[in-house]
């Protein structure tokens, strides 16, 4: 069975650029999230759905960030305009109704902002 | 103070050898806990959930005292495929919080 797909794998980008991070969860998961991982924080919650509703968005750094979920299938994680301190792995997880913090992780994004 | 604390290590033991590591929190409202491990440059992936009365997997075995505030987990006869980054997770209110990690090496 496939896990938690995402692309890209790798993103280098120039400060002031857009940067689109894609996520497609395990079918039948209910819960998507969205994680962002840095030596100096660990790993922090961004956003999570509940199918394809966004529940909790409280760890969004700030209104650089954006997340969608236009169907079960599909996730993005935007940043305009993005920032150097963006830099990180970017990891998408999903999980099942009834098990919502047994996450199944993607391989991640890493992502660099010169 | 953080809400979930680990000590980061690195733990340095020897194959075969048993090893333990406790994460404390600090919200006494926290409901659920689990174990996960990440190895490096990879993606965290759950180890084991940890139930009020302990639970045991194999070699491992989580504990949680919730007088205390802490969870633990043991690994015994450490094989050099243990050694990864052991993340500490609870989860509060629908919020959950992940700590920054115990990393363990094992060494032959």
Known sequence: ?114 | RKEVEQDPGPFNVPEGATVAFNCTYSNSASQSFFWYRQDCRKEPKLLMSVYSSGNEDGRFTAQLNRASQYISLLIRDSKLSDSATYLCVVNRDDKIIFGKGTRLHILP
Not at chain 1, 46 to 68: C, Q, T
């Open chain 1, 1 to 114: 069975d496939a896990g938690v797909i995402q692309s890209p794998r790798h993103e280098v980008t120039e400060m002031g650029q857009e940067v689109t991070l894609r996520c497609k969860p395990i079918s039948g998961h209910d819960y998507l999230f969205w994680y962002r991982q840095t030596m100096m924080r660990g790993l922090e919650l961004l956003i999570y759905f509940n199918n394809n509703v966004p529940i909790d968005d409280s760890g969004m750094p700030e209104d650089r960030f954006s997340a969608k979920m236009p169907n079960a299938s599909f996730s993005t994680l935007k940043i305009q305009p993005s920032e150097p301190r963006d830099s990180a792995v970017y990891f998408c997880a999903s999980s099942l109704i009834g098990q919502p913090y047994e996450q199944y992780f993607g391989p991640g994004t890493r992502l660099t902002v010169t």
